[in-house]
């Protein structure tokens, strides 16, 4: 059984910072990839920030310069710098791994609520 544990979320004001974390855990021990999506109401899950197969990290447009993903291997954790927050920016934010860069996202956090008031 493998799962994926986000914390971090909360309420914070236009401006504001959080850090979102998700541990993984389980069977699957060492995750190649572990990224970030969100879903706001009415919306379809998004790509927040994901790490891709040359090294480098895919951030949405609306995030860039703004949120930074980072990983510690040896906790298997994946972490999320968010700053300068907006109202946009809240929504459910879902942590995301896959085992293999040719699998999909086949594992997913229970998601954690960043709710960013004006």
């Known amino acids: 059984q493998v799962q994926l544990v986000e914390s971090g979320g909360g309420l914070v004001q236009a401006g504001g910072s959080l850090r979102l974390s998700c541990a993984a855990s389980g069977r699957i021990l060492s995750f190649t990839a572990m990224g970030w999506y969100r879903q706001s109401p009415g919306k379809q899950r998004e790509l927040v920030a994901v790490p891709n197969r040359g090294g480098s990290t895919i951030y949405a447009d609306s995030v860039k310069g703004r949120f930074t993903i980072s990983r510690d291997n040896a906790k298997n954790t994946v972490y999320l710098q968010m700053d300068s927050l907006k109202p946009d920016d809240t929504a459910v934010y879902y942590c995301?791994?896959?085992?293999?860069?040719?699998?999909?996202?086949?594992?997913w956090g229970q998601g954690t609520q960043v709710t960013v008031s004006s």
């Open positions: 995301a791994a896959k085992p293999s860069w040719l699998r999909t996202w086949d594992y």
